[in-house]
Nanobody, 118 residues
Framework: QVQLVESGGGLVQAGDSLRLSCAAS????????MGWFRQAPGKERELVAY???????YYVDSVKGRLTISRDNANHTVYLQMNSLKPEDTAVYYC????????????WGQGTQVTVSS
């Protein structure tokens, strides 16, 4: 089973960039669909982006053109490059994994805080 540990969050100003990393343990990382979710105070957790085992990507409309998800299967790591950050991007960001044959993301990291000041 894959275990996930996020890093790279922090406090930045609007317009700045951050790169989040998610290190995964387990030998079957390359077969998992990997995603980034976020949860802002008082709001529900939302899917931000995911990348399939084949490298196809999906982004929620609000981050298209600013955030990029990528994966390095050799190093068992998934990244979220965040550019042109906005205050509304402030949230706890979670890495998640969905194994082969699973219908939903069911493996989660502990989360990393991203705060964007105006």
């Amino acid at each position: 089973q894959v275990q996930l540990v996020e890093s790279g969050g922090g406090l930045v100003q609007a317009g700045d960039s951050l790169r989040l990393s998610c290190a995964a343990s387990g030998r079957t990382f390359s077969s998992y669909r990997m995603g980034w979710f976020r949860q802002a105070p008082g709001k529900e957790r939302e899917l931000v982006a995911y990348i399939t085992s084949g490298g196809n990507t999906y982004y929620v409309d609000s981050v298209k053109g600013r955030l990029t998800i990528s994966r390095d299967n050799a190093n068992h790591t998934v990244y979220l490059q965040m550019n042109s950050l906005k205050p509304e991007d402030t949230a706890v960001y979670y890495c998640a994994a969905r194994g082969p044959g699973k219908l939903r993301f069911d493996l989660w990291g502990q989360g990393t805080q991203v705060t964007v000041s105006s």
